[in-house]
């Protein structure tokens, strides 16, 4: 069965520092996984994807996430973070059937 | 090009009420998925609509149903509302069918039901 987990429900760092994520995935098979973030009040849009291509995957706004299938991680980094990028964040791997597995989500606080 | 819209934004009925809403996808998207985010739970994956049949559902009681109609919208219908049924549902759609070879999702902002 397809499942992550999300390591961290709440993340705190300053504007400029460095954002790390954690994500843990367990699958059957060779995983698709993603990250989707969810501003306030906003639908949720995806991040950034990895579907058995470059381990090193590029999102938008800056950030990026590395598939390591020896730790089956998937963990979301930016270097330097923006006020902006306060949101909650979801990491997801594709299962069959249409379905999509959403860990619990990280939020993301950035203080000035 | 306007994205995914869900109606109404709010909703608020009593336990045993019928709850009704509804789903626009992207313009030349033809499967439409929904979700409940629960308070604590997180999204769980309800439905999935793709040419006017219902591909899958998630694991939920058959008093969550819904319909894809031929414009390729949808209603999710929630039938004898408990307390629990109180969350964000989500509705999405997709270019991709299968959604699991580009995982890419559009959603809308949701409707909040608030039962009482």
């Known amino acids: 069965a397809q499942s992550v987990t999300q390591l961290d429900s709440h993340v705190s760092v300053s504007e400029g520092t460095p954002v790390l994520l954690r994500c843990n995935y367990s699958?059957?098979?060779?995983?698709?996984l993603f990250w989707y973030v969810q501003h306030p009040n906003k639908g949720l849009q995806l991040l950034l994807k990895y579907t058995s291509a470059a381990t090193l995957v590029k999102g938008i706004n800056g950030f990026e996430a590395e598939f390591k299938k020896s730790e089956t991680s998937f963990h979301l980094t930016k270097p330097s973070a923006h006020m902006s990028d306060a949101a909650e964040y979801f990491c997801?791997?594709?299962?069959?059937?249409?379905?999509?597995?959403f860990g619990q989500g990280t939020e993301l606080s950035v203080k000035p | 090009e306007a994205g995914v819209t869900q109606s109404p934004t709010h909703l608020i009925k009593t336990r045993g009420q019928q709850a009704t809403l509804r789903c626009s996808p992207i313009s030349g998207h033809t499967s439409v998925y929904w979700y409940q985010q629960a308070l604590g739970l997180g999204l769980q994956f309800l439905l999935w609509y793709d040419e006017g049949e219902e591909r899958n559902r998630g694991n939920f009681p058959p008093r969550f149903s819904g319909r894809q109609f031929p414009n390729y919208s949808s209603e999710l219908n929630v039938n004898a509302l408990e307390l629990e049924d109180s969350a964000l549902y989500l509705c999405?759609?997709?270019?991709?069918?299968?959604?699991?070879?580009?995982?890419?999702?559009?959603f809308g902002e949701g409707s909040r039901l608030t039962v009482l």
């Open positions: 999405a759609s997709s270019l991709d069918p299968g959604v699991i070879y580009t995982g890419e999702l559009f």
């Open positions: 699958s059957s098979y060779s995983p698709s």
């Open positions: 997801v791997v594709s299962d069959t059937g249409g379905k999509l597995i």
